[in-house]
Each structure stands twice: as structure tokens, then as C-alpha cells.
């Protein structure tokens, strides 16, 4: 009799948890990227191009990746994804005036990786040869992207023959930047809604509208923070008392710190209080596979 009971719970476990469901999904989507920052279009979706005419140089805005879906039951989904975008931002495709003066472009590569949960309001993933269900999603990931960095290099002057010479004053020398491309990490929300199609049983052809609010102001190079500057000092003049060169003494190492503090608000575009968006719309094809221990029918 316990025997029964417990055969029968079980049987009713498997039918209320969903375990009918295929658990697994492996599948790939692509389709167009965009940002939403401080530089270019300040469109959501489906932006154009930089230029049609020079697609070899600067590519299109498109996204690229992999998911794997473990399905937990018919409705509820726990989906992995890694992908690569492609972001570009030209202020001559803006609809604000003071952008297109400004003319200001460029491009980011961005990779990514996250952890989405995604709720099917139809049993999609239930095992039949077709279905149709919209669907809504939200999780957390990372990103790695492109940043600009500088060197500001702080030199004596010299006379014609190359020769140092010592300051007059503490602003009585040269400071130039050096520019570089560096990898910084960020942490992005990506949520939005999608439609799954699942058909011949296995596979699913489902499309998405992906948002994406990510902590940084950089992705379109609008902003450069302390970490991405670093000052270089000429040692050809020595201070005696310290052995170091002397643009590192008082008054000139403060007045060096006064110029990066100046490079960097000269640096910055836009409202430094937002945040950049990442956002995508996507097609995607899955296969699903794979039943619990425990199935039964």
C-alpha cells in the first residue's frame, strides 16, 4: 500500500513539474545590433548602417552567438548564451542638430555571455510536433568591449640641439597624449520578449527583441575614466633630493595631476549620468533533445 501511494505521488510530481518536456536545447541566432549612448542614432531597434558604401571597412551592426535551453518543464527555461556584436554609432545618422554638427562615429566589438530565464506562456516545450508560443525573458551577464586609453607623456622643453631644459616656472613644460585601444568589462540586464515555433517535433525556430542596459558609459568611447590614463615623466633632469625626475616634484607632479584631471573632462561627450544600451533583434534555430530519468508516460 505505501508502495502505491508513493508510485502515485511520484506520477503526480511528473505530471504537475512538466517532466514531458524535452530537456534540452542547442541552437544558434543572429541578426542586428545597436547602441544607444551618447554618440549616433538614439533609436532602439534596427538602426542603419554607418555607410552602405563602405561596408568592407566598417561592417554592419550585427550580433552572432549560441545558446543551450535547459527546460525545466513545458513553460520555464533556464538558457545560456555567448555571442558576438558588432556596434556602430555615427552622429551624421542622428536626429538631433547638435549631433550631426558634431559629426562624431565609430564602432565597438562586444563580447558576451549570460543567464536568462525564460517563461513560455504556451507548453511549447512539451513533446508535440508543433506549437506556437510568445514568450518573455530577463537575466544578468558580462561584456567584454573596446576602450580607448592614453598615455600623457610630461617632457622638459629643450633648445635646438635636443637638450633638456629645466622649467622657468611650474607649467614651463610639455605634456602630449598617446593614444591606444585596451579591454574593459562590464555587467549588462538583457530582457525582452520573443515567439518560439517549434515544429517536426525536435526543432524550433524562434525570433526576439533583446534589451540590454549595461553599467558603463564607454562603449561608444564618449567617456575615459582614471583607469585609462596613465602619465609618463622624461627623467633627463633628476631632482636631486629625491633621484626621480623632477616633473615629479612639487610644484610640477601637481600640476601634472591638474592636466590629467583636464585631458579627462576634455574627453567626455554626452550625459555622464546615463548608461549605454546594447540592443538586439534576432532569429534563432534550436534542437531540442533529451527526456529526464524519470520520464514516463
Given at each position: 500500500?505505501?508502495?502505491?501511494?508513493?508510485?502515485?505521488?511520484?506520477?503526480?510530481?511528473?505530471?504537475?513539474?512538466?517532466?514531458?518536456?524535452?530537456?534540452?536545447?542547442?541552437?544558434?541566432?543572429?541578426?542586428?545590433?545597436?547602441?544607444?549612448?551618447?554618440?549616433?542614432?538614439?533609436?532602439?531597434?534596427?538602426?542603419?548602417?554607418?555607410?552602405?558604401?563602405?561596408?568592407?571597412?566598417?561592417?554592419?551592426?550585427?550580433?552572432?552567438?549560441?545558446?543551450?535551453?535547459?527546460?525545466?518543464?513545458?513553460?520555464?527555461?533556464?538558457?545560456?548564451?555567448?555571442?558576438?556584436?558588432?556596434?556602430?554609432?555615427?552622429?551624421?545618422?542622428?536626429?538631433?542638430?547638435?549631433?550631426?554638427?558634431?559629426?562624431?562615429?565609430?564602432?565597438?566589438?562586444?563580447?558576451?555571455?549570460?543567464?536568462?530565464?525564460?517563461?513560455?506562456?504556451?507548453?511549447?516545450?512539451?513533446?508535440?510536433?508543433?506549437?506556437?508560443?510568445?514568450?518573455?525573458?530577463?537575466g544578468i551577464g558580462g561584456m567584454v568591449f573596446?576602450?580607448?586609453?592614453?598615455?600623457?607623456?610630461?617632457?622638459?622643453?629643450?633648445d635646438p640641439s635636443g637638450v633638456a631644459l629645466?622649467?622657468?616656472?611650474?607649467?614651463?613644460?610639455?605634456?602630449?597624449?598617446?593614444?591606444?585601444?585596451?579591454?574593459?568589462?562590464?555587467?549588462?540586464?538583457?530582457?525582452?520578449?520573443?515567439?518560439?515555433?517549434?515544429?517536426?517535433?525536435?526543432?524550433?525556430?524562434f525570433g526576439e527583441l533583446m534589451f540590454s542596459?549595461?553599467?558603463?558609459?564607454?562603449?561608444?568611447?564618449?567617456?575615459?575614466?582614471?583607469?585609462?590614463?596613465?602619465?609618463?615623466?622624461?627623467?633627463?633632469?633628476?631632482?636631486?633630493?629625491?633621484?626621480?625626475?623632477?616633473?615629479?616634484?612639487?610644484?610640477?607632479?601637481?600640476?601634472?595631476?591638474?592636466?590629467?584631471?583636464?585631458?579627462?573632462?576634455?574627453?567626455?561627450?554626452?550625459?555622464?549620468?546615463?548608461?549605454?544600451?546594447?540592443?538586439?533583434?534576432?532569429?534563432?534555430?534550436?534542437?531540442?533533445?533529451?527526456?529526464?530519468?524519470?520520464?514516463?508516460?
Open positions: 500500500m505505501n508502495k502505491k501511494l508513493l508510485y502515485g505521488l511520484m506520477a503526480a510530481f511528473v505530471s504537475v513539474t512538466g517532466f514531458k518536456a524535452q530537456r534540452h536545447e542547442i541552437g544558434l541566432r543572429a541578426g542586428m545590433s545597436n547602441l544607444v549612448g551618447d554618440i549616433g542614432q538614439t533609436s532602439f531597434i534596427l538602426q542603419e548602417p554607418m555607410s552602405l558604401s563602405n561596408l568592407s571597412d566598417n561592417g554592419i551592426p550585427g550580433y552572432i552567438g549560441a545558446l543551450y535551453r535547459m527546460n525545466f518543464n513545458p513553460y520555464q527555461t533556464l538558457r545560456f548564451d555567448v555571442g558576438y556584436s558588432h556596434i556602430q554609432f555615427d552622429d551624421k545618422l542622428a536626429k538631433e542638430e547638435y549631433r550631426r554638427n558634431r559629426k562624431m562615429w565609430g564602432t565597438n566589438n562586444l563580447l558576451t555571455a549570460s543567464a536568462i530565464f525564460e517563461y513560455n506562456f504556451l507548453p511549447v516545450n512539451n513533446e508535440q510536433k508543433s506549437m506556437l508560443s510568445p514568450y518573455i525573458f530577463g573596446d576602450v580607448t586609453q592614453a598615455t600623457l607623456n610630461h617632457d622638459f622643453k629643450r629645466a622649467p622657468q616656472n611650474e607649467i614651463d613644460y610639455n605634456t602630449t597624449a598617446e593614444y591606444s585601444t585596451g579591454k574593459r568589462v562590464t555587467m549588462y540586464v538583457p530582457f525582452g520578449v520573443g515567439l518560439k515555433y517549434k515544429f517536426n517535433n525536435n526543432w524550433s525556430l542596459p549595461t553599467i558603463t558609459d564607454q562603449l561608444d568611447y564618449s567617456k575615459l575614466i582614471s583607469k585609462d590614463v596613465k602619465s609618463n615623466y622624461n627623467g633627463d633632469i633628476i631632482d636631486p633630493t629625491t633621484g626621480k625626475s623632477l616633473l615629479l616634484s612639487a610644484p610640477y607632479f601637481n600640476v601634472s595631476k591638474e592636466r590629467e584631471e583636464y585631458f579627462l573632462g576634455q574627453r567626455t561627450v554626452g550625459n555622464t549620468k546615463s548608461k549605454d544600451w546594447v540592443n538586439s533583434v534576432t532569429i534563432g534555430l534550436s534542437y531540442s533533445f533529451g527526456r529526464p530519468p524519470c520520464y514516463c508516460d
